[in-house]
């Protein structure tokens, strides 16, 4: 099992909707609704080289930056609608949180979704490549 | 229903599928969903059947060790496993193994043709011809080749209204041109190109034609000299073989007219600290350590099409449920099908996209469902531009596949439209 002592009531939430789910499809379905309620979507008409996850099989953007108090916000944009769900999520795991701590993010939250057989290596491969981005970002903001 | 019993639709299906499936462990396999793998992904590359895993395990265990290069038992057996694999392979082809070299894949024989034949033979403005469907492997080396040596890379545009090759365009190209280059069958839309059609055209104007039959060679046997190419490139893997070989097959006039492409041992007769006397025919082209497990895999492989399957009957075959396959999608709202999937010489390609469901998650999507399908741009970006895309989803079907997993794809695709889109 994950260590999920860092998550977050949001994250734990959304842990038990998914392991309440039936199988893959259900699953996925529940990933789609996360991607299309995305609380910091980045609008398209934003993605540039310069913010672009390299390693996806699809395209896929992040920007990061500073809240007025000083938290941590991601904004996050993909084509695909996995991929925007996976950044939808780890968004509500990361925003507003002090910079120090993203830096040191740990997605165990994926596992616990029951998204890791998903997530074959050549996908976690994008995934974790968002990931590391944003706690690059996160590292360049304290 | 048994897949040897006349279907739902009442098509006679003369294929003994059920047996033909015993041959091929993989397709018992349940993916870690609990979903039993319904292979669809046939054209990126085809499953193995037993004997073929086991003329390689064999050869491993029993008498591995170099051929060529020693006179102990073992390199013996070695040495003529892999040449008594060339004779076999080439006879399959309908050739003889004097016009077969082993290259590492289909890829590696078209810059065989390239780096072997075309830089020794063409001049800065000599013309070589190649068509928008091409797989890149087909299109890179030419370009590389351009850059190198100056020739003029000419491109045959596809008729976007019929997804085939523009012959009446062709028919101009083609002028003055020394190679001709062109698909069997496209990897993306199936179609079978007229290829006796352009081997004739080609040889009016006086070039030669280099084939790339990646894709054609598992749907119907290949008759080499009868065909009349000067080249055809080939890989085993789509064909039931082992990954990393493949061969280019030569007419032994274009043999004649070629060079080194790959150089060191092996191929040679005789090296002084000066200059290199290489070795003569096909053996000029076989540098390192032959692929003796691939090359015996192959041959394994050969046989076992050859015992087991009419290509014939297999086409028809693998039509019936392709062209069910495409008809029925083309019902699913949102749904496009590119090409001609239906026309009788259609190859078993069904590339698609959802007009809202993004390709690579419509991709996951399938695997949920134990779908196996390429998503992508399969390696030919200038054919998608020319169809307006940046990538398909790609369902590709063989022998082994069966009417009640068509059923199942396009069951479970309503559903994923139903609930995604």
Wanted: proline share 4%; hydrophobic share 40%; aromatic share 8%.
């Amino acid at each position: 099992m994950p260590d999920d002592s860092e998550w977050s009531e949001e994250i734990v939430e959304i842990v038990d909707r998914f392991q309440s789910c039936f199988d893959d499809m259900e699953r996925l379905e529940l990933l789609f609704e996360y991607a299309e309620k995305h609380p910091s979507s980045l609008p398209m008409d934003m993605w540039n080289d310069e913010n672009m996850v390299h390693g996806c099989q699809s395209r896929a953007h992040v920007v990061c930056s500073l809240n007025d108090g000083g938290g941590f916000m991601v904004e996050g944009g993909a084509d695909a609608q996995i991929v925007q769900g996976l950044m939808a999520i780890t968004a509500i795991a990361v925003n507003g949180q002090p910079p120090e701590k993203v830096a040191e993010h740990d997605p165990s939250y994926i596992e616990g979704m029951g998204l890791s057989r998903i997530l074959t290596p050549s996908r976690a491969n994008g995934f974790m490549n968002m990931v590391r981005k944003v706690k690059q970002e996160a590292s360049s903001l304290m | 229903m048994s897949p040897t019993c006349p279907s739902a639709r009442g098509v006679t299906m003369a294929l003994d599928v059920e047996e033909i499936r015993s041959h091929f462990p993989i397709l018992q396999r349940i993916l870690p969903n609990g979903k039993p793998l319904v292979y669809f992904d046939n054209a990126a590359t085809s499953q193995k059947p037993l004997v073929v895993i086991d003329a390689m395990s064999d050869f491993y265990k029993q008498y591995h060790a170099n051929a060529h290069r020693a006179n102990h038992t073992l390199a013996d057996e070695s040495t003529a496993a892999l040449e008594g694999a060339r004779d076999r392979i080439s006879r399959f082809f309908g050739t003889s193994e004097d016009q077969m070299i082993y290259t590492g894949s289909a890829t590696e024989a078209m810059n065989l043709v390239a780096y072997g034949w075309a830089r020794y033979n063409l001049e800065e403005g000599d013309v070589v011809v190649t068509t928008e469907m091409e797989h890149h492997a087909n299109i890179v080396p030419w370009q590389e080749l351009s850059k190198e040596k100056g020739i003029e890379l000419r491109y045959v545009p596809i008729d976007v209204e019929n997804f085939t090759l523009d012959y009446d365009a062709m028919e101009v190209a083609i002028q003055g041109a020394s190679l001709v280059c062109v698909g069997h069958v496209s990897n993306v839309l199936g179609v079978r190109n007229e290829i006796e059609r352009v081997i004739e055209m080609a040889h009016s104007v006086g070039a030669r034609v280099a084939l790339d039959s990646a894709q054609g060679a598992p749907h119907e046997r290949i008759r080499f000299d009868e065909l009349g190419a000067d080249f055809c490139s080939i890989a085993a893997h789509k064909m039931a073989g082992p990954t990393g070989i493949g061969c280019l097959l030569v007419k032994s006039e274009a043999l004649d007219e070629m060079g080194p492409f790959l150089t060191g041992g092996s191929i040679v007769k005789r090296v002084s600290k000066e200059d290199t006397l290489f070795q003569d025919g096909y053996a000029m082209f076989e540098t390192g350590t032959p692929r003796m497990a691939e090359a015996i895999g192959w041959h394994a492989a050969v046989d076992w099409l050859e015992e087991n399957i009419d290509f014939r009957e297999a086409h028809d075959y693998v039509h019936e449920i392709s062209s069910w396959m495409a008809t029925q999608m083309r019902n699913i709202p949102g749904i496009t099908v590119f090409g001609n999937p239906e026309k009788e010489e259609a190859i078993g390609v069904i590339s698609f996209l959802h007009d809202t469901i993004q390709a690579q998650d419509l991709g996951y999507l399938l695997d949920a469902g134990g779908f196996a399908v390429r998503t992508g741009h399969h390696c030919a970006q200038p054919l998608m531009e020319a169809m307006g895309v940046g990538s398909t989803n790609r369902a590709s079907v063989w022998f082994y596949n069966t009417m009640e997993e068509a059923e199942a794809f396009v069951a479970h695709l309503t559903n994923i439209v139903e609930r995604f889109s």
